[in-house]
């Protein structure tokens, strides 16, 4: 167990839909990464907050957003979603927010999207 | 470009060693890592090597690092049917401002 808490487990839905993923990170880790992790993608980093702030961007679409709350979990929202956006969305946090050992990132067990 | 490269299958006998290889891009990453994926879980941190080291033992698990060829592999011990699964290997790029995994490799092992 990382510590890193992800929900929900699992989400169906329909194209054209909207939908949020949360992420707490273990406790004391600051920044909160985001990845998707499709068949044919691998795993493609989104987007990178430390402390409330957006710090790295990855190939995150404009029709998804993320946040991270004062209590430092995090949001993914997806809209307009597509069928090609079925993914697992994964979730880790790390303690620091640059490069170094601190900056080891601790995974949470994903989110299975699937859009129909 | 920001590929990191991984061969995609490995099959080993049980007892024997696996050896997975890695190629990275970023003369600059200061940290390289190793994650393992089991079927239908998230990624496990294995271990990680700090570029001013040449080799990292942990357990059964062997990492080398060669900066000159940017080249990392996982030498993994007495392979058990348990160690089946993805590994990922990762740097961070940019000075730490993203994180870059390769495409995982798929390791069988068969009894």
């Known amino acids: 167990d990382s510590g890193v808490t992800q929900t929900p487990k699992h989400l169906i839905t329909a194209t054209g839909q909207r939908v949020t993923l949360r992420c707490s990170p273990r406790s004391g880790d600051l920044s909160v990464y985001w990845y998707q992790q499709s068949l044919d993608q691998g795993l493609q980093f989104l987007i990178q907050y430390y402390n409330g702030e957006e710090r790295a961007k990855g190939n995150i679409l404009e029709r998804f957003s993320a946040q991270q709350f004062p209590d430092l979990h995090s949001e993914l929202n997806l809209s307009s979603l597509e069928l090609g956006d079925s993914a697992l969305y994964f979730c880790?946090?790390?303690?620091?927010?640059?490069?170094?050992?601190?900056?080891?990132?601790?995974f949470g067990p994903g989110t299975r999207l699937t859009v129909l | 470009g920001e590929d990191v490269e991984q061969s995609l299958f490995l099959s080993v006998r049980e007892g024997d060693s696996s050896v997975i290889n890695c190629t990275y891009t970023d003369s600059s990453s200061t940290y390289l890592y190793w994650y393992k994926q089991e079927p239908g879980a998230g990624l496990q941190l294995l271990t990680y090597i700090f570029s001013n080291m040449d080799m990292k033992q942990d357990q059964r698990l062997t990492v080398l690092l060669n900066k000159k060829d940017k080249h990392l592999s996982l030498r993994i011990a007495d392979t058990q049917t348990g160690d089946s699964a993805i590994y990922f290997c990762?740097?961070?790029?940019?000075?730490?401002?993203?994180?870059?995994f390769g495409p995982g490799t798929r390791l069988s092992v068969l009894p």
């Open positions: 880790a946090s790390s303690e620091g927010g640059g490069q170094s050992s601190t900056d080891t990132q601790y």
């Open positions: 990762a740097e961070t790029i940019n000075y730490g401002q993203n994180f870059v």
